[in-house]
C-alpha cells in the first residue's frame, strides 16, 4: 500500500470504523484513541497491507484494540439494574431507535461487533467472522441470537407500554 | 425450504441479507400465505440498524503526514545504560567501610612494625657492648695495673672517643647505664680473680672503687652528683642499683620517645611548655626532664 492509497483509507474507512467503534464504546474519547490506533498500526505495516483487505485489516484491528480495552476497563463498567424500571417508564416517549439503542447495549461487545458489523457495514457472516476471530456458522448463530435477545427486550418494554 | 418450524432464522437470514433473490422470493411467498408470520417478520426487520452520519472528528490526524511524524517520535534506546551502577547498590557502601576498616588496619600494623624498628634501633647500642665490655675491663684494669695487656690503652681511647663523641647525652647515659649493668654481671669475675683480691671485689661490689671515667659515665644521668674524687670514687651500691635501674627504663623509654620525635619531626608544645609528640591523630606527652 502506498502512502497515498493510505490516505485513500483514511478518507474511506475512518467514518466507519469510528461509528463502528463508538457504537460499541459509547466514549467518544476513547473510540477516536482506539481509531487512531488502529490507523497507526495500519500506517506501520502499510508496505505489507493491501489496499483490497485495507478495510477489514482496520476492522480487525480496531475490533481487537476496543475488545482488549473494555478488558482493561471492565471493572468500569457499572449496571444501573435498580433503575431499570425508571429506565422503561422513561422509555415510553422514546422512538423505535431509542428502543433499539437500548436493546442493544443490553449485548455482550461481541454480540454489539456481529450486529454493528453486519447492519452498518453489510459484511457478511464469513467476513464478519475473520474480523472477530470466527467462523460463519458461529456469527449466524450468535447473531440471530443476539437479534432474539434485542426482540425479547423490545417487546417487553411495548408490553409495557 | 422455509416452513413453520425454521421460518424464524430464514426470517434473521432474510433481515441480514444473507438470501439469494430466490430464497428472499420464498420467504415473502411464505409470510404472504401465512398471516400469522408477518408481525414476527416485521418484528425481525425493525431489529435492523441503519448506518448514521457519524463522522471521525478529525481525520488529518490519521494521515500520512502526520503518522510520518509520529514515526520521529524517540523511542528508548536500551543500548545507553549507567556506568556506575555498582555504586549504587546497598552493598558497596559496606564495602566502603570494610576498606576503611582494612585500610586502619594496616595503618595500626604498620605503626606497630615501625615502633618494633624503633625498638631495635634501641637495642642495637646495647648489643654493640662486647666492645664496650672490653672497655669495662681495660678501665676497671688499668688503675690496678694488673691487666696491663697491649689492647687495654687502644681501649681506653674508645671509651674516651664514646664519652667525647659528639653523640646526644642520652646515648651517653645509656652507654653508661650498660657500663653499670656490665659491671653488675659476674661474666668478668673469672678474669679479675685471678689478677688480685681487690679487683674480685671491685667486680662483685660495684660500690668499691671504679676509674674516674667509667664512674663519670655511669653516674652520669643519677638523681645526686656522684663524688667524683681523683683518685677513688666510693658510691653507695643500693644507689647505683637502684638509679640504673631506675634509668635504664626511663632511659630506654626517653629514648624511645625521642627517637621517635627525632625522626618525625614532630616534637611540639603546647600552650603551657609540654612537650608531646604528634603521631597520627595521637599526642604523645614527652617528659622535658633532662
Excluded at chain 1, 460463519?136 to 434485542?150: C, D, E, I, N, P
Excluded at chain 2, 625521642?258 to 603546647?270: C, G, P, V
Aim: glycine share 2%.
Amino acid at each position: 500500500m502506498t502512502e497515498r492509497e493510505y490516505n485513500q483509507c483514511v478518507d474511506q474507512y475512518a467514518d466507519g470504523v469510528y461509528r463502528f467503534i463508538l457504537k460499541n464504546m459509547q466514549v467518544p474519547e476513547d473510540a477516536q484513541d482506539v481509531v487512531q490506533s488502529a490507523f497507526e498500526k495500519m500506517w506501520k505495516n502499510h508496505q505489507d497491507v493491501k489496499i483490497e483487505t485495507a478495510k477489514a485489516y482496520l476492522f480487525t484491528v480496531a475490533y481487537n484494540q476496543m475488545i482488549d480495552h473494555i478488558r482493561k476497563n471492565k471493572r468500569m463498567t457499572l449496571v444501573d439494574e435498580f433503575s431499570e424500571s425508571l429506565k422503561i417508564s422513561w422509555s415510553k416517549q422514546t422512538s423505535l431507535k431509542g428502543e433499539l439503542e437500548k436493546a442493544l447495549q443490553q449485548l455482550t461487545p461481541l454480540q454489539k461487533s456481529l450486529i454493528l458489523l453486519k447492519d452498518y457495514e453489510g459484511y457478511s457472516y464469513d467476513e464478519i467472522g475473520k474480523i472477530t476471530s470466527l467462523n460463519a456458522s458461529q456469527v449466524k448463530v450468535y447473531l440471530h441470537r443476539a437479534r432474539m435477545q434485542m426482540k425479547e427486550y423490545i417487546g417487553k418494554i411495548e408490553n409495557l407500554i | 425450504m422455509v416452513d413453520q418450524t425454521n421460518f424464524e432464522t430464514w426470517f434473521f437470514m432474510y433481515a441480514d441479507n444473507e438470501l439469494s433473490a430466490d430464497e428472499r422470493w420464498e420467504v415473502e411467498e411464505f409470510v404472504r400465505k401465512n398471516p400469522s408470520c408477518q408481525k414476527e417478520f416485521d418484528s425481525i426487520q425493525r431489529l435492523q440498524f441503519h448506518p448514521e452520519q457519524v463522522a471521525f472528528p478529525d481525520k488529518s490526524v490519521l494521515l500520512a503526514d502526520q503518522m510520518s511524524l509520529n514515526d520521529l517520535r524517540f523511542e528508548a534506546d536500551t543500548s545507553i545504560v549507567y556506568p556506575f551502577k555498582q555504586e549504587l547498590y546497598r552493598q558497596m557502601s559496606l564495602g566502603k567501610k570494610r576498606s576503611y576498616y582494612s585500610m586502619a588496619i594496616a595503618a595500626s600494623m604498620l605503626l606497630l612494625v615501625g615502633l618494633f624498628f624503633l625498638f631495635n634501633q634501641q637495642e642495637q647500642i646495647p648489643t654493640s657492648l662486647p666492645v664496650t665490655k672490653n672497655i669495662v675491663q681495660g678501665s676497671l684494669a688499668a688503675p690496678q695495673n694488673s691487666l696491663a695487656s697491649n689492647t687495654v690503652p687502644s681501649k681506653s681511647e674508645k671509651l674516651t672517643n664514646i664519652v667525647s663523641s659528639r653523640r646526644t647525652k642520652k646515648i651517653q647515659l645509656a652507654v653508661a647505664e650498660e657500663l653499670v649493668l656490665q659491671v653488675e654481671e659476674p661474666v668478668i669475675v673469672p678474669e679479675m680473680e685471678s689478677k688480685s683480691e681487690e679487683t674480685v671485689v671491685i667486680a662483685s661490689t660495684p660500690s668499691s672503687n671504679l676509674s674516674e671515667e667509667a664512674l663519670r659515665a655511669a653516674a652520669y644521668r643519677m638523681a645526686s652528683p656522684a663524688p667524683t674524687q681523683p683518685d677513688a670514687v666510693s658510691i653507695n651500691t643500693s644507689m647505683i642499683i637502684e638509679a640504673s635501674a631506675k634509668s635504664t627504663e626511663q632511659g630506654r623509654l626517653r629514648g624511645l620517645v625521642r627517637k621517635l620525635s627525632r625522626q618525625l619531626f614532630k616534637e611540639k608544645e603546647t600552650d603551657d611548655q609540654k612537650k608531646y609528640i604528634q603521631v597520627a591523630s595521637f599526642a604523645i606527652p614527652v617528659s622535658n626532664k633532662k
